[in-house]
């Protein structure tokens, strides 16, 4: 007979295992009818914006617009260069 190990049980807070770390962004396939590449492409172009991260805004717009958006949500990650930190 084994012994039980001790300290806080496998899959609780406490385990190292399950702490909450930054989520990674997941990856998905979309496929989407050429047209409405190009068309979503051009707008993303005109907000300075990459075809990917305006469709995150969309989505996130029409998440939070349904009411479906959950509260936990983090902000949009910036991208490009980072802000110049001032002396």
Do not use: C, H
């Not at 001790?6 to 050429?34: F, H, N, S, Y």
């Amino acid at each position: 007979m084994t012994t039980p190990p001790e300290g806080p049980a496998e899959g609780t807070p406490a385990d190292p295992a399950r702490r909450r770390r930054p989520q990674q962004r997941k990856q998905v396939l979309l496929r989407l009818d050429p047209q409405v590449y190009e068309a979503l492409a051009r707008w993303a172009g005109d907000e300075l914006r990459s075809a990917n991260a305006q469709i995150e805004f969309l989505l996130r717009k029409a998440l939070a617009d349904a009411g479906r958006l959950p509260k936990d949500t983090g902000p949009l990650p910036r991208r490009g260069r980072p802000p110049v930190a001032e002396p």
